[in-house]
Structures are given as C-alpha cells and as structure tokens.
C-alpha cells in the first residue's frame, strides 16, 4: 500500500486569514495566457505565511574547506533585467542530487543551483555513514534488494529497488572518477563496511565523514564548469507554474535572496528539487537547519503528488547532549548524529542500568533495521523514565575506533567525552522522510518540466523504511537518470521565456515597520517551537488514532493563529520572508504526515499504531491522498442543485422543449440544456465515469441509477424569482424522491420479489455514499439587479445563504455527507449584462465586465465561502468543497484570444447587432433574419449570452475538476475525504 497526496493542501486546517479574503481573490489573482498556457499568479494560500527574513548567524556546524574556488557569479548573457534570470535548467538544492544532475545537464545548457544557504549546507554534508553498493564478489543485487526490501517493510517498488541496486556500482566509481576519495582496506580495495539491515559489507565509506568528501568532490567539479552558476542564498519560494491544457507545467522558481532581501525569479525550461528533508517539523533531528520542507511543500502547491509522508525515520542514535560529562553552551540547531556504522562495527546499546536491551526485541540485536532499534530505545526509555540510552563502542581497540570515527569522537570530546573509554549517550531524533514528491523511474512528476531527486522525491525505493546508507544510493543514481528525459523536455519546450510578469512577484514587508517584524518574528518562532512539540509528542516514533486527531485538529488551529496574527500586524498576501516561508512549509509538511499517518491502518515499517499494531499481511490495496484523503473515492451517483448552468432538461420537461440549435454540438439534437453541448456538469460526471445525469421533472423513461438532477432554468435559492422551481422545491423534490425509493427497496424486501426498478433507481445505501452539487445563486442576484439596486442585493445576501444553508443542512439529515458548492460566476461579465448595462460611464473593468455586479457576485462568493467553513464545524461527519468557479470562468474571459476564443462578449447563438434574441429564435428586420448561430460554437466563450459554450465548459471543468480552483485544493475525485475521516 503507498500513501499517496495529489495537490497542495495538508487538509487539516483552511485558515480564517485566508478565508478572510476568499471575496477579494479576483483583486490580486489574475491570469495570462502564453501559447496555450494559463496561468495563475500566487494566491493567497502561496502568500498568507510568508514573511521577513532575519538571517541566521550560524547555518552549520560542520567545517569546509577555506580554500574552496569562489563560485561565479552569473554571467550577462544569463540576464533579461536584475530580477529574473533566464536557464535550461534550475536546481533547487546543492546537495549530491543536485550537484551531480548539474554537472550532466550542464553538458547541454545553462544551469543555475540555487541554494538556501552556503553550498555545502546540505544533508549530504552531514551523511556519516557512507555508499551502500554491490561491489563485493560474495555479494549480489538480489541480496542488496532483498535487504532494502525486507527493511522497507516489503512495501518498496520491486522494479525501482532493482535499478537503484544495479546501477548503484556505476555510479560509486563514477564519483571515484571525480576525485572523490574513500577508504581502502589494506588489499589496496574499497573497505566496505556493514550496518544495521545488511546482510553483506557493502557500505562504501570516507571514515565518518562521508557525505561532506562527496561533496567536496561534486563541488569541486561544479566551480570548474563554465554552464554551471550557483546562487547561495537564495530561499525557493514556490515552483512558477501554469495549465497547459489539463497538465500543470513547471516554468521556474521565485527566490528571496536572504542576503540582500530581493526577489529573484528564475525562469528555466526544466526545474529539479533536490532540496532534501523536513527533519525541523520535530524539536529534534539530525538534518542541518535548511531542512524544513521547502521542496516537498513547493511542490505540494504546484500539484505534484505526494507520498508516503507518515513514514518518518527516526535514526535511533543521536548524541544526547544531556547525558554529556560538559553540557553544550547552547541548544544545537540540529542533533550530532552517531552513525549506523558504530552499531555495524560491534556498538552495544544499553539502558542506563546498564543492561543490555536489544536482544528482547529482535534477534538481530543492534544490527536491526532503524525503526526496529528507534522503537525498541523509545520503550525502553518510556518504561524506565529516562531521557536517553547509551551507545558502548570502548570494548574496540582504540586506534581502529579514532580511525574509523574521528569525527565522533573529535565531538564527542569537546565535551569531555573519550568513547574509546566511555559509552555515548544517545537519543532517537528526526532523521529521513521515506516520504515525499512521486517520482517516476527517471525523476519524473506528474507537473510536466518538474523533476525530483534526493530526500525531497518518493521513488518507491525505501517503502515503509529506509535501509541504512541507501538515501545517497538513491540520489546518485535518480540524479543521473533524470538527465536524459530532462534534456528531452528541454529541446522539446516552445513557450515563450522572453516575459516575466507572468506570475505576480513577491514582495519584501518593509513598509510594516520595525516594532509588527519583531512581533511577528516572536509569533513566527514560538510557533514553530509549539508545532514541533506537538509533532514530537504526538505524532512521534509510536501513534495513536486519538493523539494524530488532537494533534491533526491542535496545528490546525495553531496556523490559524498565526495567519491570523500576521494578518492583524499588517501582512499582505505576496509579502515574503524567510522565517514565514519556512514556517507555513513546516506546516505542510507536518499536516501530510499526519493525514498520511490517519490513512494508514496497520503498523508497517516506520509508521507504529497502538491501534493497528499488526502488519497487513495480504497487503493493503493502494491508498491516493489528495491533502489527507484515501483512495480516489467510489461515488455511485450524484444528486444535482441548480439552475439553467447546469440544467439537462428540467424546464424542457416542465414547460417546453428547447429550440435547435442547442444541443447540436454533442447530442445532435436539443437536448434540454442552454448550451451547444455540454455542461459543467455533465464533465463532472464524465469525471467521475457515471452517465450524464437525468432531469428529476423529465421522469418518462428516466433512469435514476446513478442519481438526478432537480436543477431547472431560471431557478433561484429564494421564491419569487424567474421560476417556481426553487432550491426549497428542488429539495422537497429530492426527499419526496429519496422518500419514495426506499419505500420501493422495502416493499421488495417484504414481498421478497425482484425489484422491476432496480436497475433505474438508486439503492437506498446509495444516498449517503453520493456526490451532492450546487451550482444556483446567480439568478438570486440577477434578478435583484433587475427589479431593485445593487446596494439592495448586496443587503440581501445573508438572507438567500441563509435559505441555502438550511437546504444543505435537510440534505445532511436526509444522509448526504459529500458535498461541492460552485461559487457564483462573475455575472458582470456575461454579454447580456454588458449589453443591458445601464450603469454610469466608468463602471466596465479593464476586460469589459460590469464592475459593480462582479463586486457584488465576490461579495456573495466571500459569504458564501464563510458559510462553507460554518457549515464544516457544525457537520463533522461531512465534507465540504468550495469551488471557485468566478476565478476560472473570469480566467478565461480574460484571457480568451490567448486561448483559441473570439471576443468574450460576442455570442454564437441569438444574436443580432448587439442585441439579444433568444437562442434557437430569429428576428426579421427589413427583410433579414436574424439570429442564425455561428458557424463554429468551439471559438466562442458565450454561447447565447447567458449562458456558456461546450468548448468554454470544457476550459473550465478542466480548471476545478483537479482542485486547482478549491478549498480544500482536492481534486472531485478526492472530494470525499476530510480531517475526520481520513
């Protein structure tokens, strides 16, 4: 079973600050079209927690070299202006992911390695352990794999862990190539060493300092490459992306530079995250300070699929500075780690009685695989009321331990520690996310130009748990075989580079003043303390349904403090920072472990629940989340609640069928829908592979299998509008119909017949496990601009959300737990308004649209969200999403020549020189008839008017169908998941 997250949200919390602006969205988010691709600035759920940088003083505690080359500086011929740089490829990340697929790439473009901080500040740099590779004559792949695969709990992809160990060797002697130095036996050969899980030496090592010879060597190489510029110091913000058709493209990366507080933007034709970990979502980790998700948040936003996230390795040994002879002057930033290789090389753990404890739990003793050993130190040290175990490597001689570990022990002796005399006090701490970016065989997403790499991509090679010193295995080897499809994807790329102001920049909050930084600085900080603490205590190394939902509900009301704080001290949506950008990636991060975490029932590998203590032996099916949810959910039906937008024959049924040419695009024929084809709605049942939906009032010959549609012309939420069929007549319609159905089932249930209906009506179990939509409001609008003032119906929107409210809550207690809520469309813009406007001079925006009716549609759509978020605290047992179908439809409006339309506010069908005739009727003026339709519905955005053409639902549906549009971001086909039952 893999856990997996399709796009953006962790789904435990929509935070009031950013509801708070849901009326205003249209005011900062627009769209801009560039040879077929849309694209969305930063919203605000990019922009609500970021914020200012104060820039750390000390990013690492390791050392480097002072004699390293200075790295360029980018060259003028990289440069369009001072804020955006133009590349081939952008690499987010210089640790040997990053730097080894840089020094490949480069052989074909110009490369840009941006990095948080210092190059050298990376994972990578902190790797101990070593290289784990098949380079012994008694060892094989097939027992490699067997290692990774048991370790990994037998969740690892069988074919990727095949790769990885088979092209592991090729990728050992090419960094040997390079000049990296390992060590060697007294044979002359690599002295392989053994730890925890191997069955086999086969660690490939540079004493206990691994990592940081690697990537010496890698950067070495980098400094001497003229396509290769590196920029330190510079925090990825989020992936630059649009929709080119249904696909999201990857176009680049805005940065902060954190040294001179300016936004740098980088477009490139290909982007790779190798931006490693999450490790500070704990107190406690091993990772250096810049792990704190950046990459797997990022990505998260821009769509990619995440995976995996609950299984968090905890590495079992790390120095405990509390049981140190001479106690550090200053809490560390990240935790000493003592590798692998020290259990490997006969370490013994014992509790501070000095009793030895490992062989209780596993008769591989010390040498079992982390989770193992992690678990089994957590015990002990909750049964004896300890704070740590100790790590007894003195037994050794003491020349071949300093040989083998002069970095520990050079650590360990600065505070008055010998471990060649004395055992090492160790602790279980933060160590690697399994978990991350879905990745395929060669890196590869499912955002088009976006590849991963490192700790920061879920490849399927560790599964529930990674097996010891196989994390820079797996780099080298998915670094190099992202190379080829890259270069791939780069040759083939045609959009335009030559724009920047795609996307809206960031901007840097010095006009908040120097006393709202500091206290948002001091929120910023004491909140990511608490977060930790939460995640620590519990969503730690042994879970628990009842702690994940406290913890799942705790954060969430966590960020929303914060957002709300940062809100209240001035904070704007496309302000940026380090400290905010961190911590709102500290956030997602911690939200998909935990949603990831509730999903999973059973203990396997890393993930331990008192409540599911066994392994699923058979092997649960796959689980997909998108922001928390489970598998894609089984809808068996929906039930429909609207008006003429998605009307498919309810007021043909009931007063008269409509005229050709409706219809004629797709049916051939009318087809009771104001459309040339079809409607929203009929693309969200296509979506989720049920048949169009049936009108309720068209009952001859009906079948209700997979559900109705009460939605009719003209309706409105309150009486007294253009139709009778109001919602409250569409839901008595739905309970006398529910009614009705489950009256039958039980008549057959007693008379013991096979039901003559069954196969046109739904089975009663069926009501609570369908799809709920709405898509009504605009008439209650439009008709109120009709008949009374703007400022009169922007007074009466809590009355109609009110009558709305009270229909979704008799839907609830009549079984309905799904629910998706359009938001109304921007009525400003629709061609008939426009052509009846009598406003004032000045009142069309800059696309032509009816200010005043757009701003009052945002208002109600403002409202309208508010009531959603009510409506999810007051229904637990529901969910609720809110679709922002304004912001896509005004997208394309907008937009439309870019995208292949006429002029938004001509229409195919019943026109006549700016006047509107109804579609399907004509007009003779002086001998002419007017009112034929267009010859080619597909080139209009309008199709009569009012109403939208097939081709511009089609535009839509492709736009929110994927959750691009929603709250909570979840695509339709993931609707059903939320915090309580996921």
Request: charged share 20%; glycine share 8%; net charge negative.
């Given at each position: 079973?893999?856990?997996?997250?399709?796009?953006?949200s962790?789904?435990?919390?929509?935070?009031?600050?950013?509801?708070?602006?849901?009326c205003?969205?249209?005011s900062?988010v627009s769209c801009?079209?560039?040879?077929g691709?849309?694209?969305?600035?930063?919203?605000?759920?990019?922009?609500?927690?970021k914020?200012l940088?104060?820039?750390?003083?000390v990013f690492?505690?390791?050392?480097?070299s002072e004699?390293?080359?200075?790295?360029r500086?980018?060259?003028?011929?990289?440069?369009r202006?001072?804020?955006?740089?133009?590349?081939?490829f952008?690499?987010?990340g210089?640790?040997?992911a990053g730097l080894?697929?840089?020094?490949e790439?480069a052989?074909h473009?110009?490369?840009?390695?941006?990095?948080k901080?210092?190059?050298h500040?990376?994972?990578?740099?902190?790797?101990?352990g070593?290289?784990s590779?098949?380079?012994?004559?008694?060892d094989s792949?097939?027992?490699?794999?067997?290692?990774t695969i048991?370790?990994?709990?037998?969740?690892?992809d069988?074919?990727?862990?095949?790769?990885?160990?088979t092209e592991g060797?090729?990728?050992?002697?090419?960094?040997i190539?390079m000049?990296?130095?390992?060590?060697?036996?007294?044979?002359?050969?690599?002295?392989?060493?053994?730890?925890?899980g191997?069955?086999?030496?086969?660690?490939?090592h540079?004493?206990d300092?691994?990592g940081?010879?690697?990537?010496?060597?890698?950067l070495?190489a980098?400094?001497?490459?003229t396509n290769?510029?590196v920029?330190?110091?510079?925090f990825?913000?989020?992936?630059?992306?649009?929709?080119?058709?249904?696909d999201t493209l990857?176009l680049?990366v805005?940065?902060?530079n954190?040294?001179?507080?300016?936004?740098?933007?980088?477009?490139?034709?290909?982007?790779l995250?190798?931006s490693?970990?999450?490790?500070?979502i704990?107190?406690?980790?091993?990772?250096?300070?810049?792990?704190?998700?950046?990459?797997?948040?990022?990505?998260?936003?821009?769509?990619a699929?995440?995976?995996?996230?609950?299984f968090?390795?905890?590495?079992?040994?790390?120095?405990?500075?509390?049981?140190?002879?001479?106690k550090?002057?200053k809490?560390?930033?990240?935790?000493?780690?003592?590798?692998?290789?020290v259990?490997?090389?006969?370490g013994i753990?014992?509790?501070?009685?000095m009793?030895r404890?490992?062989p209780?739990?596993?008769?591989r003793?010390e040498?079992?695989p982390?989770?193992?050993?992690?678990?089994?130190?957590d015990e002990?040290?909750?049964?004896?009321?300890?704070?740590?175990?100790l790590?007894?490597?003195?037994?050794?001689?003491?020349?071949k331990?300093?040989?083998?570990?002069?970095n520990?022990?050079?650590?360990c002796l600065?505070?008055?520690?010998?471990?060649?005399?004395?055992p090492?006090?160790v602790?279980?701490?933060?160590?690697?996310?399994?978990?991350?970016v879905?990745?395929?065989?060669q890196?590869?997403?499912?955002?088009r130009g976006?590849?991963?790499?490192?700790?920061?991509?879920c490849?399927?090679?560790?599964?529930?748990?990674?097996?010891?010193?196989?994390?820079?295995?797996?780099?080298?080897v998915?670094?190099r075989?992202?190379?080829?499809?890259?270069?791939d994807?780069?040759?083939?790329?045609?959009?335009?580079f030559?724009?920047s102001?795609?996307?809206?920049?960031?901007?840097?909050?010095?006009?908040l003043?120097?006393?709202?930084i500091?206290?948002i600085?001091k929120?910023?900080?004491?909140?990511?303390?608490?977060?930790?603490?939460?995640?620590?205590?519990?969503v730690?190394?042994?879970?628990?349904?009842?702690?994940l939902?406290?913890?799942?509900?705790?954060?969430?009301?966590?960020?929303?403090e914060?957002?709300?704080?940062?809100?209240r001290?001035?904070?704007?949506p496309?302000?940026?920072?380090?400290?905010?950008?961190?911590m709102?990636?500290?956030?997602?991060?911690a939200?998909?472990?935990v949603s990831?975490a509730?999903?999973?029932h059973?203990?396997?590998g890393?993930?331990?629940?008192?409540d599911?203590?066994?392994?699923?032996?058979i092997?649960?099916p796959?689980?997909?989340?998108?922001?928390?949810?489970?598998?894609?959910?089984?809808f068996?039906g929906?039930?429909?609640?609207?008006?003429?937008?998605?009307?498919?024959?309810?007021?043909?049924?009931?007063f008269?069928?409509?005229?050709p040419?409706?219809g004629e695009t797709?049916?051939?024929?009318p087809?009771?829908?104001?459309c040339?084809?079809r409607?929203?709605i009929?693309?969200?049942?296509?979506e989720?592979?049920?048949?169009?939906?049936?009108?309720?009032?068209d009952?001859?010959?009906?079948?209700?299998r997979h559900?109705?549609?009460f939605?009719?012309?003209?309706s409105s939420?309150?009486?007294?509008?253009?139709?009778?069929?109001?919602?409250?007549?569409?839901?008595?319609?739905?309970?006398?119909?529910?009614?009705?159905?489950?009256?039958?089932?039980?008549?057959?249930?007693?008379?013991r017949?096979?039901?003559p209906?069954?196969?046109?009506?739904?089975m009663?179990?069926?009501?609570?496990?369908a799809?709920?939509?709405?898509d009504?409001?605009?008439?209650?609008l439009?008709?109120?601009?009709q008949?009374?003032?703007v400022?009169q119906?922007?007074?009466?929107?809590?009355?109609?959300l009110?009558?709305?409210?009270e229909?979704?809550?008799?839907?609830?207690?009549?079984?309905a737990?799904?629910?998706?809520?359009?938001?109304?469309?921007?009525?400003?813009?629709?061609?008939?308004?426009?052509i009846?406007d009598?406003?004032?001079?000045g009142n069309?925006?800059?696309n032509?649209?009816?200010k005043?009716?757009?701003?009052?549609?945002?208002?109600?759509?403002?409202?309208?969200k508010?009531?959603v978020?009510?409506?999810?605290?007051?229904?637990?047992?529901?969910?609720?999403?809110?679709v922002d179908?304004y912001?896509?439809?005004?997208?394309?409006?907008?937009?439309?020549?870019?995208?292949?339309f006429?002029?938004?506010?001509?229409?195919?069908?019943?026109?006549y020189?700016?006047y509107?005739?109804?579609?399907g009727?004509?007009?003779?003026?002086?001998?002419?008839?007017?009112?034929?339709?267009?010859?080619?519905?597909?080139t209009?955005?309008?199709?009569?008017g009012t109403?939208y053409?097939?081709?511009?639902?089609?535009?839509?549906?492709n736009?929110?169908?994927n959750?691009?549009?929603?709250?909570p971001?979840v695509?339709i086909g993931e609707?059903?998941?939320h915090p309580?039952?996921?």
């Open positions: 079973m893999t856990t997996c997250i399709p796009a953006r962790g789904n435990l919390h929509y935070s009031a600050a950013q509801r708070g602006q849901g205003k969205r249209t900062w801009v079209t560039v040879k691709c849309m694209q969305k600035e930063l919203s605000w759920s990019h922009g609500v927690s914020f940088q104060i820039q750390r003083s690492s505690q390791s050392t480097f004699k390293q080359k200075p790295l500086t980018v060259t003028s011929s990289c440069l202006d001072r804020s955006t740089k133009y590349f081939d952008a690499i987010v210089s640790g040997v080894r697929y840089a020094l790439v052989k473009g110009s490369v840009a390695v941006i990095t901080a210092e190059p500040e990376s994972n990578t740099n902190y790797a101990q070593g290289v590779a098949v380079l012994c004559p008694s792949v097939e027992s490699h794999m067997h290692d048991v370790a990994g709990a037998y969740l690892c069988e074919e990727t862990v095949r790769v990885v160990c060797p090729d990728r050992i002697r090419e960094l190539a000049g990296a130095s390992f060590d060697h036996g007294e044979d002359g050969n690599l002295h392989l060493a053994r730890e925890g191997h069955s086999h030496h086969r660690i490939v540079a004493a300092m691994t940081r010879e690697i990537e010496r060597a890698l070495e980098v400094v001497k490459d290769i510029s920029f330190q110091h510079h990825a913000v989020d992936l630059l992306t649009c929709q080119d058709g249904s990857c680049g805005d940065t902060l954190t040294e001179t507080l300016e936004v740098t933007r980088f477009m490139s034709k290909v982007t995250l190798a490693g970990g999450a490790g500070h704990y107190p406690t980790t091993t990772n250096p300070p810049v792990a704190t998700g950046d990459g797997m948040a990022m990505a998260h936003r821009a769509q699929v995440i995976s995996n996230m609950e968090v390795q905890f590495h079992p040994t790390a120095l405990a500075d509390e049981g140190l002879p001479i550090p002057t809490s560390r930033e990240n935790a000493f780690l003592i590798t692998e290789a259990r490997g090389d006969g753990l014992y509790n501070l009685g009793e404890f490992m209780l739990y596993d008769e003793a040498l079992a982390r989770d193992v050993v992690a678990r089994s130190i002990q040290l909750k049964k004896r009321k300890e704070k740590y175990v790590l007894d490597i003195s037994h050794k001689p003491s020349e331990i300093l040989s083998h570990f002069p520990i022990a050079a650590e600065r505070y008055g520690l010998d471990i060649t005399r004395q090492i006090p602790v279980p701490a933060a160590h690697y996310m399994c978990g991350g879905r990745a395929g065989l890196g590869e997403t499912n955002v976006l590849y991963v790499a490192g700790e920061v991509a490849t399927g090679l560790h599964g529930a748990n990674r097996l010891a010193s196989n994390s820079l295995l797996e780099a080298l998915f670094a075989r992202a190379v080829q499809p890259s270069i994807h780069m040759k083939n790329s045609n959009h335009d030559r724009a102001n795609w996307w809206a920049k960031p901007v840097v909050p010095l006009s003043g120097s006393d709202a500091d206290n600085l929120m910023t900080r004491k909140t990511r303390k608490e977060l930790q603490s939460i995640m620590w205590e519990y730690g190394i042994v879970r628990s349904t009842t702690r939902e406290f913890a799942e509900q705790t954060i969430g009301e966590l960020e929303a914060w957002e709300d704080y940062l809100v001290q001035g904070w704007e496309t302000m940026v920072g380090l400290e905010a950008c961190e709102r990636n500290l956030f997602c991060c939200k998909l472990v990831s509730l999903s999973r059973e203990s396997r890393l993930h331990y629940t008192i599911f203590p066994h392994l699923e032996e092997g649960l796959a689980v997909v989340l998108s922001g928390g949810g489970l598998q894609r959910c089984q068996p929906i039930f429909n609640f609207g008006d003429s937008n998605s009307d498919t024959g309810g007021i043909s049924a009931a008269a069928d409509l005229h040419p409706n797709f049916f051939g024929h087809s009771g829908r104001f040339d084809g409607l929203l009929d693309f969200i049942a296509e989720l592979k049920l048949p169009y939906l049936s009108a309720y009032l009952s001859l010959g009906t079948n209700f559900g109705a549609n939605a009719t012309g003209g939420i309150r009486r007294g509008g253009y139709s009778p069929f109001h919602l409250g007549i569409q839901i008595s319609q739905f309970m006398r119909f529910k009614s009705r159905t489950t009256a039958l089932y039980s008549e057959i249930s007693t008379e017949k096979t039901p209906f069954k196969r046109s009506l739904p009663p179990e069926d009501f609570s496990k799809l709920y939509t709405f009504i409001g605009q008439n209650d439009y008709y109120g601009f008949h009374t003032t400022e119906v922007r007074l009466s929107i809590p009355d109609i009110n009558q709305l409210s229909a979704v809550h008799q839907l609830y207690k009549e079984g737990r799904v629910f998706w809520v359009h938001n109304t469309g921007p009525i400003g813009c629709l061609p008939y308004s426009v009846y009598q406003s004032k001079p069309l925006d800059q032509g649209c009816v005043p009716q757009n701003e009052v549609a945002q208002e109600f759509n403002g409202q309208l508010d009531n978020l009510q409506w999810r605290a007051e229904l637990p047992h529901a969910a609720f999403t809110y179908v912001s896509a439809k005004y997208a394309l409006i907008s937009n439309a020549k870019n995208e292949g006429v002029d938004p506010f001509e229409f195919c069908c019943g026109s020189y700016g509107h005739i109804d579609c009727k004509k007009a003779i003026v002086n001998g002419t008839v007017y009112g034929n339709p267009c010859h080619n519905p597909s209009h955005v309008s199709w009569d109403h053409s097939e081709s511009a639902n089609r535009w839509i549906a736009r929110i169908l959750g691009s549009f929603s709250d971001p695509a609707a059903c998941y309580k039952n996921s």
